[in-house]
Nanobody, 118 residues
Framework: EVLLVESGGGSVQPGGSLRLSCVVS????????MKWVRQAPGKELEWVSG????????IYAEGVKGRFTITRDNAKNTLYLQLNNLKSEDTGMYYC???????????RGQGTQVTVSS
C-alpha cells in the first residue's frame, strides 16, 4: 500500500517558520521525484516545490522562492519542506506527492495544515 504521511504543520505568526515532513512507504522513494502542493481555503490545488531523485536542488513556485526549501533523505524515505518568513497567503493544507511539477499526482498524502495569522 502506498502511504505518504505529512506532519509538522501548525499555527504561526507572519514571519515565522515551520518544517514539514513526509514519510513515505509502499514504493521505492529514491526512484521518484517528489513535490509539495498546497490548497488554500476556497482555492484550487497549487504546486509549491519539487525535487529530483538525487536531491541536487529544488524548484519553486514564484511566490515561495527564497523562503521555502525542499529536501529529501532517501535513507529515511522522508521528504521535507522548510518554510521561512511565512506570510498569511501561505495558509493552507500542504500535501506531499509523487512527481516533480504540477498540482496533480497519482499518490498524495492526507496533508498537514499550515495557518499563518497574527
Amino acid at each position: 500500500e502506498v502511504l505518504l504521511v505529512e506532519s509538522g504543520g501548525g499555527s504561526v505568526q507572519p514571519g515565522g517558520s515551520l518544517r514539514l515532513s513526509c514519510v513515505v512507504s509502499g514504493f521505492k522513494f529514491s526512484d521518484y521525484a517528489m513535490k509539495w502542493v498546497r490548497q488554500a481555503p476556497g482555492k484550487e490545488l497549487e504546486w509549491v516545490s519539487g525535487i529530483t531523485t538525487d536531491d541536487v536542488g529544488g524548484i519553486y513556485a514564484e511566490g515561495v522562492k527564497g523562503r521555502f526549501t525542499i529536501t529529501r533523505d532517501n535513507a529515511k524515505n522522508t521528504l521535507y519542506l522548510q518554510l521561512n518568513n511565512l506570510k498569511s497567503e501561505d495558509t493552507g493544507m500542504y500535501y506531499c506527492a509523487r512527481g516533480y511539477t504540477g498540482p496533480l499526482s497519482d499518490a498524495r498524502g492526507q496533508g498537514t495544515q499550515v495557518t499563518v495569522s497574527s
